[in-house]
């Protein structure tokens, strides 16, 4: 029962998270005008509007034009949905699952536009910096000191990246965006979990990286957003970053 409705609020949440992927980086309002084809702006009727069901059912195209609707509307709400069943599967029903809850909601949204417009809009970064300032006085896996050097920490490194592209290898190889959502992540990651998951980042960018290279030709140039890797990164290493660092621990002692 417990976990039909967190997937399900999941799901609704991850219906909304869709609206603000399209509409933010747009400029346009998330709360009015109620969802529309994004093609022939036909309003999607509520009975059409369930989250996952309707895009099978109508077989990933719009009602009244029969264009093709992106599977990014059902992946973002899978997506959300399985985050948010982790996240009270780890912590119960507590506020620590509510605070992991807007996390990964943060996380979403943030690789979703970063990879269709190459930013990472202000005001989800800095609503997820200033939220998880405030939860870092109440988070009871990361004490307020450890947040603040994680948050701190996790920008000043990234921040050196930037400066150290720009000046010595003369390239962006960095957004500044990149920066701010570092401040969130290790403000409730801490320390230890935000190496873990930029650690993941890099390695799963640099696989991408290569793989893009060697099968379909791109340059390197040809800069891959940074945000969903973070996204990803941050996702694994909240639920099993302190497994990681055992496990790495452990082959430490064995050598
Ligand atoms: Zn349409």
Redesign the pocket.
Known sequence: METALTIIFGLIIGSFLNVVIHRLPLGESVAFPPSH??????AIPFYFNIPLLSYVFLMGR??????RISPQYPLVEGFCAFGFWLAVRHYGLTPQAAASAVFICLLIALAAIDSKHMILPDELTYSGAAFFFIYSFFNPEVGQLAALLGGLGGALFFAGLYYFYLKVRKIEGLGFGDIKMALFMGLFLGPRRLAVAVFLASLSGLLVGVFMIVFRKKNLRLALPFGPFLSLGSFVSLFWGDAVLDWIGSLWLLT
């Open positions: 084809c994004p093609r022939c702006n036909a719009c009602r009244a034009c029969r264009g």
